[in-house]
């Protein structure tokens, strides 16, 4: 099972922004039962959480980033997606996403970079 993450890229203050986290070499059940986080990591800071979604359909958001992000799932093509829009300089960052299967594994993807200009 891999995490393969997508989507990032320079994008202006203001602009929008799709990542993608594709669960591959797992059957549909398998990603249908995980929870899935997409986490940041900003120079200088600690990983944090920015959304999840569990298998169940909630969501959560960080503060910093509702309203703006939306966090959503295609369980057809095992993919989470994380919709950025009105972006700051502060969202920059390596975006990584974290499954967490119903086994009770956890699986990390490599990261995709973000950087917003201002």
């Known amino acids: 099972v891999q995490l393969q993450a997508s989507g990032g890229g320079l994008v202006q203050a203001g602009g929008s922004r799709r990542l993608s986290c594709q669960l591959s070499g797992s059957i549909l059940s398998t990603f249908w039962g995980a929870d899935i986080d997409w986490h940041r990591q900003s120079p200088g800071k600690q990983r944090e959480l920015v959304a999840s979604t569990a298998s169940s359909g909630h969501t959560n958001y960080a503060d910093s980033v509702k309203g703006r992000f939306t966090i959503s799932r295609d369980n057809s093509k095992k993919t989470v997606y994380l919709q950025m829009n009105n972006l700051e300089p502060e969202d920059s960052g390596a975006y990584y996403c974290?499954?967490?299967?119903?086994?009770?594994?956890?699986?990390w993807g490599q990261g995709t970079l973000v950087t917003v200009s201002s």
């Open positions: 974290n499954a967490r299967l119903a086994s009770g594994e956890t699986f």
